[in-house]
């Protein structure tokens, strides 16, 4: 447990749609306990924070391993396909130890930037011949002890991926790393996951994910549906159109509803992607309460195309928002893309309030990962707070509120989760991160 007092400049309190100026922040046993506005000057023994205080950001789509691809998919021009190759390729490099190694520069690089919980999307399972590894659970359990080292919290989205397309063609290649052996398999794995997390649920909670239609036959969808009840459950969604072109070729549906058909869809569930989707999926999704994680740097370095963000929120789906492939770790750059999609395809500005993106990026991520009671400086919540820098070059002159339109992760300057300092004046207080990435990436190149 951790206690402290802190005095913000200014913090951007609970529901509010704008910062509050001069707050004092006390914290007991790791959440708020009290917080009080308009006091003038730091009362003795408070920690300054000086610039804008915003509540803990949530990486609502991580897959780690990707980090070390960054910068080394452009030498051609090629596609998403020919990125998968490559992304491919990495996957075959990497063995236990390598894996804590990445994922720990990693999630050490997110923690710099404000994030304090991460969702890894976690597929890669076996060996480089994907027969399991005597613990079958080793490479979901480096990514756990990963977090811990970085110091954030980690919801592990254990993936189901069992087909190469949405045929049912069996897993080749690299692919056999990705895949159980059968639905039994997988939930006796993530099984075994919750047991030997029982004891850790302050910093890690074990969610479920499918990895897309494609990789997953419908037929087995309800029975996934029902034996991962009372977990998040995250999805890949209509990233590209042939994966849209695959499953109506297949079952003559929509992926979404297939999704919808199978139960899959509702308020713990959330969409990856939903880039391309028809007037009829976008209702299904938002009835359901379903929530859609958007990476609008990853997609735009795929070239996936822009979502529909605007339309799904009104729809009634909550937006999140995550780093993905992490061809850029910064989730103001990612709350911003929001916007600016929808100004590009719209043709006209003004569609998300900067409330709206502080929420994607706090609080409806922490939800979408299964953080309940994370993503609001509020009494009672728990202690996280990232504090922006309001006098860089980037931020100088901006109003407090604009000032998430205008930082970028560099200006981030402290991190606080559950009330331990893991970021302090921009450095991380345990890890050497440009040294730790630096050594982690070369070794597998």
């Avoid at 910068?71 to 090629?78: A, E, L, W």
Wanted: with cysteine.
């Amino acid at each position: 447990m951790s206690d402290g007092l802190w005095y913000a400049d200014w913090a951007w309190l609970g529901s509010d749609e704008a910062p509050t100026d001069r707050v004092v922040i006390e914290v007991v046993d790791s959440r708020f306990s009290t917080i009080t506005v308009g006091v003038a000057t730091p009362p003795a023994g408070a920690t300054r924070l000086r610039g804008l205080t915003l509540p803990g950001l949530a990486n609502a789509h991580s897959h780690a391993f990707h980090r070390a691809l960054r910068g080394r998919t452009t030498d051609d021009r090629g596609s998403f396909w020919t990125w998968r190759d490559r992304m491919y390729a990495l996957a075959g490099r990497l063995d236990p130890d390598r894996y804590l190694a990445l994922a720990r520069a990693t999630y050490a690089e997110m923690a710099l930037t404000g994030i304090t919980t991460v969702g890894e999307f976690h597929y890669l399972h076996h060996d480089v011949d994907g027969e399991p590894y005597v613990d079958p659970n080793v490479m979901g359990t480096v990514l756990i002890e990963a977090a811990a080292q970085a110091g954030i919290r980690i919801t592990l989205l254990d993936t189901l991926y069992l087909t190469s397309s949405a045929d049912g063609a069996p897993l080749e290649g690299v692919q056999r790393r990705f895949g159980d052996q059968d639905l039994d398999a997988y939930l006796e794995r993530l099984a075994r996951l919750d047991d030997a997390n029982a004891d850790n649920t302050e910093s890690v909670r074990i969610g479920a994910a499918l990895h897309s239609v494609r990789a997953v036959p419908a037929a087995l969808l309800p029975e996934f549906a029902e034996r991962t009840a009372g977990r998040p459950l995250h999805f890949h969604l209509s990233e590209q159109r042939a994966e849209n072109e695959a499953c109506l070729a297949a079952y003559g549906r929509t992926p979404t509803e297939v999704l919808s058909d199978s139960g899959i869809l509702g308020p713990r569930s959330t969409a990856v992607h939903a880039t391309h989707l028809t007037d009829l999926d976008r209702t299904l999704l938002g009835d359901t309460g379903t929530g859609v994680c958007f990476c609008p740097t990853t997609e735009r370095d795929l070239a996936d195309g822009i979502g529909p963000a605007r339309a799904l929120a009104d729809a009634g789906s909550p937006l999140s928002l995550g780093s993905d492939s992490q061809a850029v770790i910064d989730l103001f750059e990612e709350a911003r893309a929001l916007e600016a999609g929808e100004r590009l395809r719209t043709e006209r500005r003004g569609h998300f309030m900067p409330a709206e993106l502080v929420r994607a990026a706090s609080v409806a991520g922490q939800a979408a990962l299964g953080w309940a009671d994370v993503g609001r400086i509020a009494v009672g919540e728990r202690a996280d707070l990232v504090t922006v820098d309001t006098a860089s070059p980037r931020t100088a002159g901006a109003p407090p509120v604009g000032v998430p339109l205008a930082a970028t992760a560099a200006d981030v300057t402290t991190v606080v989760v559950d009330g331990r300092v893991v970021v302090r004046e921009g450095h991380h207080v345990r890890i050497d991160v440009p040294a730790a990435l630096e050594e982690a990436v070369s070794s597998l190149w």
